[in-house]
């Protein structure tokens, strides 16, 4: 007989992109992600819970990481190689560079995917998730 896996309860976590560092943000909430604050924590299934992360036009990074971080896209083609520096980026889509640095800590393996669609960026304060939520502070 097949023994069912438990439901998870999952909670929502917000972040303030005013109130945190980009890497220790995303630490966190790769913490949470995966669900690993659980007393029930388990590496195979995916228990973990929703993050919230507002203002991420606001991310601040620690020292001169804006003008010096490069991030390389290549097409494939012959001098199809494009840079960006990290102010760039944010300005572009804010994002796009908040998920890619979650996304690098979460664990490289099938629940990788699922986890990522718990996690929720706005480029504003505005959301639909008020009585949801837990506020995380630093």
Known sequence: MKSKKPKASRKYFL???????LGR???????LLQGKHKPDYLPNND??????????????VTGNKQEK???HSFSGYPGGITSRTLKDKIKLDS???I???IYGMLPKNKLRDRMMKRLLIFKD????????LEIIDN
């Open 15 to 21: 972040f303030d992109c005013d109130d945190f560092i």
């Open 47 to 60: 228990q973990g819970d929703f993050v919230v992360v507002i203002n991420s036009d606001r991310v601040r």
């Open 125 to 132: 304060k505005e959301h639909g998730l008020k009585e949801k």
């Open 95 to 97: 994002r796009e560079v």
């Open 25 to 31: 943000m995303s630490t966190r909430a790769a913490f």
């Open 69 to 71: 971080k490069m991030y």
């Open 99 to 101: 998920s890619g640095s």
